[in-house]
């Protein structure tokens, strides 16, 4: 077994699934910063239309940034259905800017460098001491990257929130190399999209 798949296991056997907020529960609101250093209130983004947030740990992850792009590849479709994705992650805003960059990113990207957002939505954890070496012995440096001097990271989790901040969709993995497709939430907002209009437009 390796060290990825002890963690998948010791994070499943902390119950940490089970913590998380899921679906039909209120979204914990958080302003956090944009890739420019300017204060955004995750409220501010969901009353104006169904919210998708996806958390990813870093633009250091390969696995991440292949979410991010894949992302990048359905904002027609979510412009379509009147939606909205923010992607959050822990590192800091001049890291996220650099994530946006090299990725081309065409949507918001947010600093959650204080973890309220990770810690609301009850995704966050300490890495594991094996995890932590691993890293460390790679120069991944969390603590540095995130700006907060701490070993924790969000557990990658999607969510769809509608217009009264109300959770409809949500998805958490604790094998960071599995993500959702973005079909899949995709088609959650156009069932909801028929379940308010009683067609799709």
Same mark, same amino acid.
């Given at each position: 077994? $390796?060290?990825?798949?002890?963690?998948?296991?010791? +994070?499943?056997? $902390?119950?940490?699934? @089970?913590? *998380?907020?899921?679906?039909?529960?209120? *979204?914990?609101?958080?302003?956090?910063?944009?890739?420019?250093?300017?204060?955004?209130?995750?409220?501010?983004?969901?009353?104006?239309?169904?919210?998708?947030?996806?958390?990813?740990?870093?633009?250091?992850?390969?696995?991440?940034?292949?979410?991010?792009?894949?992302?990048?590849?359905?904002?027609?479709?979510?412009?379509?259905?009147?939606?909205?994705?923010?992607?959050?992650?822990?590192?800091?805003?001049?890291?996220?800017?650099?994530?946006?960059?090299?990725?081309?990113?065409?949507? $918001?990207?947010?600093?959650?460098?204080? +973890?309220?957002?990770?810690? %609301?939505?009850?995704?966050?954890?300490?890495?594991?001491?094996?995890?932590?070496?691993?890293?460390?012995?790679? #120069?991944?440096?969390?603590?540095? +990257?995130?700006?907060? %001097? @701490?070993?924790?990271?969000?557990?990658? *989790?999607?969510?769809?929130?509608?217009?009264? #901040?109300?959770?409809?969709?949500?998805?958490?993995?604790?094998?960071?190399?599995?993500?959702?497709?973005?079909?899949?939430?995709?088609?959650?907002?156009? @069932?909801?999209?028929?379940?308010?209009? %009683?067609?799709?437009?």
């Amino acid at each position: 077994m $390796t060290a990825i798949d002890e963690t998948a296991a010791i +994070l499943r056997a $902390t119950g940490v699934c @089970q913590r *998380a907020v899921r679906e039909g529960d209120m *979204a914990p609101d958080a302003t956090l910063l944009d890739a420019c250093g300017a204060p955004v209130k995750l409220s501010s983004l969901w009353h104006n239309g169904p919210l998708v947030v996806i958390f990813y740990r870093g633009g250091w992850c390969s696995y991440c940034n292949l979410q991010l792009h894949e992302w990048q590849r359905h904002m027609d479709a979510l412009k379509r259905l009147g939606a909205e994705l923010v992607a959050v992650s822990p590192q800091t805003p001049d890291h996220s800017l650099d994530t946006v960059e090299r990725n081309a990113l065409a949507y $918001t990207v947010l600093s959650d460098s204080g +973890l309220d957002a990770a810690n %609301g939505f009850g995704i966050a954890f300490t890495l594991p001491p094996e995890l932590i070496d691993l890293y460390a012995s790679s #120069g991944t440096d969390i603590p540095v +990257l995130n700006g907060n %001097g @701490q070993w924790v990271l969000p557990i990658p *989790a999607t969510y769809v929130v509608d217009r009264a #901040g109300r959770i409809r969709f949500a998805h958490v993995e604790m094998d960071y190399r599995e993500r959702i497709d973005p079909q899949s939430v995709i088609a959650v907002l156009e @069932q909801a999209r028929i379940g308010e209009h %009683g067609t799709t437009a």
